[in-house]
């Protein structure tokens, strides 16, 4: 059964700096890994899709990178503003499905703080 | 604009009753799903459905009833049975994963709902 761990489960940091965000998993026969990000009260957002054969995705401030092998990715956001506060969530698509279930974080609550 | 509509955004069940959460999209999505969202934990998967008329149970559909007459609806039922309803509801939908396996889910704005 696919695992799926975000450490840490909260940060808070000044506007500016730059941050990783961890995200684990227990089962390597994966198609894909998806980053979210989700403001109080509300869906979730798409922010990057890395599929299974490549290492890394970059939207803007944000990259993703990909270790199959190691079950682990990782969410970096440059220069980071209050606007990113939110909770970014990491999911996996498994593989021996055809209806692409994801497997899903508890999150990682960001505070970008002025 | 293109989009994934859930209605209500606050819902209360009273002892005994069934209710019922909607789901409404207009992407022209093949594929729509219902997750259950409570504190510190990730989303879990209630029902999916990959084409009209069909779905599958996800893994936590004891308590929940679904259905898919059309394509652009995915309502789902809160019954009696479900002890421990009071969480935060998403639907999501997606193109077909069977067209294509990376294709991004899609969510709503969700559904609160609490016991009175």
């Known amino acids: 059964k696919q695992e799926v761990t975000q450490i840490p489960a909260a940060l808070s940091v000044p506007e500016g700096e730059n941050l990783v965000l961890n995200c684990s998993f227990t089962?390597?026969?994966?198609?894909?890994l998806q980053w979210f990000r989700q403001d109080p009260g509300k869906g979730l957002t798409s922010l990057l899709l890395?599929?299974?054969?490549?290492r890394e995705q970059t939207s803007g401030r944000l990259n993703a990178s990909l270790d199959k092998s190691s079950g682990r990715s990782t969410l970096y956001i440059a220069a980071s503003q209050p606007g990113d506060s939110a909770t970014y969530l990491c999911?996996?698509?498994?593989?021996?499905?055809?209806?692409?279930?994801?497997?899903f974080g508890q999150g990682t609550i960001l505070t970008v703080h002025p | 604009d293109g989009g994934i509509t859930q209605s209500p955004k606050y819902l209360f069940r009273k002892e005994g009753q069934n209710v019922t959460l909607s789901c409404e999209q207009n992407?022209?999505?093949?594929?729509m799903y219902w997750y259950r969202q409570d504190p510190g934990q990730g989303l879990r998967l209630i029902y999916y459905?990959?084409?009209?008329?069909?779905?599958q149970k996800g893994d936590i559909a004891e308590g929940y009833s679904v259905s898919r007459e059309k394509k652009e609806s995915f309502p789902l039922t809160v019954t009696s049975a479900q002890k421990n309803p009071t969480a935060f509801y998403l639907c999501?939908?997606?193109?077909?994963?069977?067209?294509?396996?990376?294709?991004?889910?899609?969510f709503g704005d969700g559904t609160r709902l609490s016991i009175l």
């Open positions: 999501a939908s997606s193109i077909d994963p069977g067209q294509g396996l990376h294709q991004p889910q899609h």
């Open positions: 089962d390597s026969a994966i198609y894909n």
């Open positions: 890395i599929q299974s054969s490549q």
């Open positions: 999911a996996v698509r498994s593989g021996g499905t055809s209806y692409g279930k994801l497997t």
């Open positions: 992407l022209n999505h093949d594929a």
């Open positions: 459905s990959q084409i009209v008329n069909d779905f």
